[in-house]
């Protein structure tokens, strides 16, 4: 094989987040520039406690993307995703829906839900399709109005989509 050669783009590997992704978990969705970004403290703290309920997918050992999520305390059968960002280069793969795919098989969720604004088409159309592959109904409703944030800090409305029953 010559330098000028294409390789072919490994499949990334998915695994459970450990402490030490969370400062990539944080960068993946720095460098998303969609997401809102919280604090690194709060990445490691995620990768930390939410372990269970969250995926990073790697390529060479590199974060290249990842879900996090939480099963709801007062719905044990709910799987809340908080977010999911995929780096630049391994967007447009499938690797989103593979993340989503993998850790709903990963909990005992019968029920998905998420928050989307309505400016955020990818995402919707993300979440849509895996509704359609699991065969499960999809819901949209208003759960957070911009009044609920405050006036020094104002958000778009959040939709929730509530993706159910998930076959177990």
Avoid: K
């Amino acid at each position: 094989m010559d330098d000028d050669s294409v390789r072919p783009t490994p499949r990334p590997t998915l695994a459970h987040p450990t402490l030490a992704d969370g400062a990539d978990m944080w960068r993946v969705a720095r460098d998303s520039a969609v997401l809102d970004l919280n604090s690194v403290y709060a990445y490691l703290l995620w990768a930390r406690d939410f372990s269970s309920t969250s995926l990073v997918a790697r390529i060479d050992g590199r974060v290249c993307g990842f879900v996090s999520g939480y099963l709801r305390p007062d719905a044990p059968g709910t799987l809340m995703v908080w977010q999911i960002a995929v780096d630049a280069a391994a967007r447009g793969t499938g690797l989103a829906g593979r993340l989503l795919d993998a850790l709903a098989d990963a909990t005992s969720a019968t029920t998905l839900e998420t928050t989307i604004t309505e400016a955020n088409a990818a995402s919707r159309r993300l979440f849509a399709s895996f509704a359609e592959r699991h065969g499960a109904e999809l819901d949209v409703t208003e759960l957070f109005t911009a009044a609920h944030f405050p006036a020094d800090a104002p958000a778009e409305a959040e939709l929730l989509h509530r993706i159910s029953p998930l076959a177990r």
